[in-house]
């Protein structure tokens, strides 16, 4: 079964982890499309948080407790930095990560893709899965908050600076995925979808995860136009996010904070939007959408095997709706 995961993020690496299992005796491979809007340039390097998060943890490189990042991180570097006074000092660089960076920025700089740079990084972690960048153009999710008490005046900023600096407390405005109106699929992006069996929506930040996915030209026309059913995975639960802080994002685009509330922003493919399917968890039981075949199965990843059961639900929910 081909396989195709629309993922960013903690959360997606680590659903991920389930689907690898699930498919680890198939011949086909996953292609998981990761998330690149939260790239940020800081201290002469580009960093790709969401695909060092699914190399990591699929590689076995992740640190655990903190979720993202090297294990065994060490801080010289930054704190070198910091002794000179080096602004930001709000995102810290681990000794360790900073050489993926460094060699991702060399590469970049000698003109490759960041596909092939992915591709490149790759080979060091073997994550088992495909992992394809949603592009290869620049684009960046700016946040627009106010400026003032007053809420008069505006200023626009980096994602990863509302979201790590402010942890999000700024209240925002809008968010402005920069460069997606000239962006392009990268290569093998709509290809996999057009030959997937099945894709998968996993349960990352719907907004700026998922949201920017799909602001790249092609990637929503290519799920409307692929034979495949299509599989969403709540990020909430209970009406609070699983993790990270979607609940400071849902409400700046119009959403309900809730399983139903995030499906009803996919909307379902026969009427325009993304979703066959959608998996809640239990305590969402009666949660609905219309024109969406809802279920509810345990959504807590708290293992691989919890995820892999996850998994295997999706897929059971993508045949029915697919013999419906």
């Known amino acids: 079964m081909r396989i195709v995961v629309l993922a960013?993020?903690?959360?997606?690496?680590?659903?991920?982890?389930?689907?690898?299992?699930?498919?680890?005796?198939?011949?086909?491979?996953?292609?998981?499309?990761?998330?690149?809007?939260d790239d940020v340039t800081?201290?002469?390097?580009?960093?790709?948080?969401?695909?060092?998060?699914?190399?990591?943890?699929?590689?076995?490189?992740?640190?655990?407790?903190?979720?993202?990042?090297?294990a065994k991180e060490t801080w010289t570097v930054r704190d070198e930095l910091a002794a000179y006074g080096a602004e930001p000092t709000w995102f810290g660089l681990g000794d360790r990560d900073i050489a993926t960076h460094l060699i991702r920025t060399r590469?970049?700089?000698?003109?490759?893709?960041?596909?092939?740079?992915?591709?490149?990084?790759?080979?060091?972690?073997?994550?088992?899965?495909?992992?394809?960048?949603?592009?290869?153009?620049?684009?960046?999710?700016?946040?627009?908050?106010?400026?003032?008490?007053?809420?008069?005046?505006?200023?626009?900023?980096?994602?990863?600076?509302?979201?790590?600096?402010?942890?999000?407390?700024?209240?925002?405005?809008?968010?402005?995925?920069?460069?997606?109106?000239?962006?392009a699929p990268a290569p093998g992006v709509v290809e996999a979808i057009a030959s997937a069996d099945l894709v998968l929506i996993a349960p990352s930040n719907p907004v700026v995860s998922i949201g920017t996915i799909l602001s790249v030209g092609g990637i929503r026309t290519a799920l409307a136009q692929t034979s495949a059913p299509v599989v969403g995975i709540s990020p909430i639960i209970g009406g609070a996010a699983v993790r990270g802080m979607a609940e400071r994002c849902l409400p700046v685009v119009g959403a309900e904070v809730s399983a139903a509330g995030v499906a009803r922003l996919y909307g379902a493919r026969r009427g325009g939007g993304l979703l066959d399917g959608w998996l809640v968890d239990e305590t969402d039981a009666g949660a609905s959408a219309e024109g969406i075949e809802v279920r509810a199965v345990p959504l807590w990843m708290h293992d691989v095997d919890a995820t892999a059961a996850m998994v295997r639900a999706a897929i059971k929910l993508a045949q029915e709706v697919r013999g419906a």
């Not at 903690?10 to 690149?36: D, K, Q």
């Not at 969401?50 to 076995?60: E, H, I, Q």
């Open 8 to 37: 960013g993020g903690i959360g997606g690496s680590r659903f991920l982890l389930g689907v690898r299992a699930v498919a680890g005796g198939s011949a086909e491979p996953v292609t998981a499309i990761i998330n690149t809007a």
């Open 42 to 70: 800081l201290h002469g390097l580009r960093i790709c948080p969401d695909l060092d998060s699914v190399m990591y943890t699929l590689g076995a490189g992740i640190d655990p407790e903190r979720g993202w990042g090297r």
């Open 107 to 183: 590469m970049l700089n000698a003109g490759y893709p960041l596909s092939a740079v992915t591709d490149a990084l790759a080979e060091r972690w073997r994550p088992g899965v495909r992992v394809l960048p949603m592009t290869d153009d620049r684009v960046e999710t700016h946040v627009v908050v106010a400026d003032d008490d007053n809420g008069t005046n505006r200023r626009a900023m980096h994602f990863q600076e509302w979201w790590i600096r402010h942890r999000a407390e700024l209240p925002a405005e809008k968010f402005v995925p920069t460069g997606a109106e000239d962006a």
